[in-house]
């Protein structure tokens, strides 16, 4: 079933490429013909391209807090390169067109194994994890993709669906799954854990770019789940309150210095957890390193 943010995006991807059809046309009538082309190139990734150069501009004016360095600016190019290459591919052709052409996997396994929960962020659907999808059936590996709405409520809400997930993996494989959370869908599974005191129901936790102490990014946020990821906001010093350090221990944070999402970095990281730092990558692409994976996939056979 198409999720409401699969409509959204699939409505603004296509509103972008039929802009760049018409100024296309329009340069080839103005007899230009040649730089037809060219011109629906600049267009789509134009605006990309912009708006994530407006937030790694923020991010270069923030410090990234003790202990983490500064990236170079040949380091923050490539990181910016990288993440507009896979911002055009999860947000114009993944989540809007092709968040259901895989299906959650709940076979048992031939072999012992966990299964894992893959839980998106903000503003993303379970298509964010289509290539981890189509690697995890190569190997076997039960999984459930989840997809979190209603797309702009708070976070407390998208407990009912992570609880669903964990237990249908529970039933397929008779063992705690693993759970890799990107950004907002770190904070959803550390909401769950606190209303189920689920601690012993879960293998480990790994979060790539989660905003564990919010970001600034946030302060222009105007939705419930954007709010709740302020730095300081009541909601997160109430979820850190709850959390007893062997809670912590489940998790393992990923998080980077050329995160233009998450920032400060080191509101990725999460005392008493394992903390690891991805240097040279942004938020989105973050989902593509392959360490990460591998470590996931890992925890499976543990």
């Not at 259901?100 to 893959?118: E, I």
């Not at 906001?233 to 109430?238: D, F, M, Y």
Request: include cysteine; hydrophobic fraction near 50%; charged fraction near 15%.
């Amino acid at each position: 079933m198409t999720g409401m943010l699969s409509r959204l995006q699939r409505i603004w991807a296509l509103t972008l490429v039929l802009l760049a059809v018409l100024v296309a046309i329009v340069t080839w009538r103005a007899g230009w013909p040649a730089w037809a082309s060219a011109v629906v190139a600049v267009t789509v990734l134009g605006i990309h391209a912009l708006a994530l150069a407006l937030e790694f501009l923020w991010l270069i004016c923030v410090d990234p807090g003790t202990g983490v360095g500064r990236p170079s600016l040949p380091t923050l190019i490539t990181a910016w390169w990288g993440e507009v290459k896979m911002a055009l591919v999860v947000f114009g052709w993944r989540q809007p067109f092709r968040s259901t052409a895989f299906a959650d996997n709940l076979d048992a396994p031939t072999a012992p194994q966990r299964g894992v929960l893959m839980v998106h962020g903000f503003v993303c659907n379970r298509g964010l994890w289509n290539a981890w999808m189509v690697r995890l059936r190569a190997t076997g590996t039960p999984f459930v993709a989840v997809n979190l709405e209603p797309v702009f409520g708070s976070i407390d809400r998208y407990v009912r669906v992570l609880d669903d997930a964990i237990h249908r993996l529970e039933q397929a494989t008779g063992r705690p799954p693993v759970v890799v959370a990107h950004s907002m869908g770190g904070l959803a599974v550390r909401a769950w854990l606190r209303d189920h005191d689920g601690d012993r129901r879960l293998h480990s936790v790994v979060t790539i770019g989660t905003p564990h102490a919010g970001t600034k990014l946030a302060r222009l946020a105007l939705t419930p789940n954007g709010r709740q990821m302020r730095p300081g906001n009541t909601w997160l010093g109430r979820l850190a309150a709850g959390e007893r350090p062997t809670r912590r221990a489940l998790f393992t944070c990923y998080y980077g210095h050329c995160d233009n999402i998450v920032f400060p970095a080191v509101n990725g990281m999460l005392p008493e957890a394992t903390n690891r730092h991805v240097p040279g990558t942004a938020h989105v692409h973050l989902v593509a390193h392959p360490s990460i994976f591998a470590d996931v996939l890992n925890r499976t056979r543990s």
